[in-house]
């Protein structure tokens, strides 16, 4: 009998992908319903087993409440993060912090460091914004969530297994514009790069054609799912 192992990734828009792997469905900063662009994305029929957020602004995590409610998925943020979820009434929680690792049952995942802010909407404090490194049996991925670019990533591939891809935000403004996150997945020892947080809103619009073309020139490759669009890795 023949396994055939793969990760499964799917863009919902913005900063939010779920991913398919080990049969349990990840997903993350879900911020689907506000998003002009994610219009035609049914959020009530997404699956979810966990729910990972990367720091508490909004457009990471206006859906999160409703999906764990419906699903019943795990919220795993940093502490304060899933501290402020709880008081809204989520039922499952992992409270991390960065350099944390724990196993889940479809892997581990450990909390990385990022350099943005994080604060909740009613404007509590949102602890240290964080990325995610998923290391699985069916492959292996990083996931920043906003983020600068930053020396810590060079921590990555000491520290973790190799990546298979790396999920980086390429929008500017708020987070790495196209050229450092071109540093980023050199930082990260890992060619294969998805972009996120870019043509949600003004700030952050971006030619699409023109970042593939900067990736490519480097030997690297930029992948921009079409939202709703899955790839199998
Ligand atoms: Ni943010
Ligand atoms: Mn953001």
């Not at 991913?19 to 049914?42: C, T």
């Not at 930082?187 to 900067?214: M, N, P, R, S, W």
């Amino acid at each position: 009998m023949f396994y055939y192992y793969t990760v499964q990734i799917t863009y919902y828009g913005h900063a939010c992908f779920g991913v398919n792997v080990a049969g349990k469905n990840l997903l993350f900063d879900p911020f689907i319903r506000p998003n002009e662009l994610a219009k035609h994305v049914d959020v009530s029929t997404i699956p979810a087993d966990y729910i990972f957020l990367s720091h508490g602004h909004f457009d990471h995590m206006a859906d999160a409440l409703e999906i764990a409610n419906r699903t019943g998925a795990a919220i795993i943020s940093n502490y304060e993060v899933v501290t402020w979820f709880e008081k809204q009434g989520a039922k499952k929680t992992h409270p991390m912090n960065p350099g944390g690792k724990w196993k889940f049952k479809f892997g581990s995942a450990k909390l990385v460091a990022a350099v943005h802010s994080s604060s909740m909407p009613d404007g509590t404090y949102g602890g240290s914004p964080g990325g995610f490194v998923i290391d699985s049996a069916e492959g292996n991925f990083y996931y920043s969530g906003d983020t600068a670019l930053t020396m810590d990533m060079q921590l990555i591939p000491l520290t973790c297994g190799k990546l298979n891809v790396a999920l980086l935000p390429i929008g500017d403004n708020f987070t790495m514009g196209i050229d450092d996150a071109i540093i980023a997945s050199d930082f990260v020892k890992c060619d294969k790069v998805i972009g996120l947080h870019y043509d949600t809103f003004g700030y952050i619009k971006i030619d699409k054609d023109e970042a593939k073309q900067k990736f490519a020139a480097k030997g690297k490759e930029l992948l921009l799912l079409n939202i709703g669009e899955t790839i199998e890795l």
